[in-house]
């Protein structure tokens, strides 16, 4: 199989395109505009070799889209490229309506134009994956599990935008009878994470001994799942999935964000021990504007028709990914010190 990767060069992108190649047979073109979140260094187990290519573009430009369809003929495409991070959208929310909306509704049309002429056997077998989130179906109550039928109430501009092209993904499907599948997963985290999002801001933070903010009273609950878990789930996709439909992805990992922040320091504090607990250095700080109380998902659907079970818990991928970030300091370091030093986002500032 040709697959088509978009937003590769991210932290769920890159870890499926390295699954993709050094895992499975097929042949992939990572297409990636190479945003500020963008990192190819997290590419370079497979840059060289003959079954990936890369390819800097934009998917709000649809002539280079139609360019990359007609030159590698992909028999499928998983789409991950998106502005991902819920404070930056606060903050400045066009740039997520331009390539969230915008760069899929682009996207779409250009498969559409490239699948309508395939041959009758390719149609048959081609996928368009639309990669999306759990933050759609907005806020639970404390009991509550979020369902592939659950309607989407979504409360940040980030997931608002992911919630508009997911509704067009799937119109794409009803009206043109492109196959898409939509997924829509919880929380990631693992290696090659940029430092924005809180495990890998509170482990930068927690090794540089700085203080470690938590927003409100740290009780929001996230559903945890590791980014190889989601990576595999999204291969299975392409294989398993039925087009039209959508599949939760979660990894049965509830934590409250205080729970994590201080699960990070008491590994922290085994793998690298020093100068006393870094649990103190834990500070609350104002809470993010329309932060959603709760997410947790039920993926039986993926588990019974795609086969697919996370593979860690919790606590030994936090171990794992907590030991990475401390022996990949280079990779990081370029982040955190070129790109985002770690400051607070997506705070109002009040309007008079
Ligand atoms: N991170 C999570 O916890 C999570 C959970 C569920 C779903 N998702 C979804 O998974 C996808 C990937 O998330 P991530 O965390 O890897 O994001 P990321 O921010 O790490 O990576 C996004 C990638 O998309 C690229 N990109 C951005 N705008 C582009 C454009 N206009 N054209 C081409 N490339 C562009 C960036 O350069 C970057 O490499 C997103 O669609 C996100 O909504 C993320």
Known sequence: MRILVTGGAGFIGSAVCRRLVLQTSAAVVNI??????????????????????????DICDREAMDLAFADYEPDAIIHLAAESHVDR?????EAFVNTNIVGTYTLLEAARSYYERLPFTRRKQFRFIHVSTDEVYGSLGPDDLFREDTPYRPSSPYSASKAASDHLALAWFTTYGLPVIVSNCSNNYGPYQFPEKLIPLTILNAIDRKPLPVYGDGRNIRDWLHVDDHAAGLIRLLYEGRPGEKYNFGGDGQRSNLEVVTQVCDVLDRLSPGAGARRS????????PGHDARYAIDASKAHRELGWEPTRTFERGLAE??????????????ARCGVYDGSRLGLLVAQH
Request: hydrophobic letters at 40%.
């Open 32 to 57: 990636d505009k190479l945003t500020y979140a963008a990192d190819l260094t997290s590419l370079a187990s497979i840059e060289g070799l003959g079954s990936y290519a890369f390819l800097q573009s």
């Open 321 to 334: 990914t907590v030991g990475w970030y401390l022996k990949n300091r280079a990779w990081w370091e370029r």
């Open 89 to 93: 959208s606060i903050t400045g929310p």
């Open 281 to 288: 250095l834990i500070t609350f700080v104002p809470d993010r």
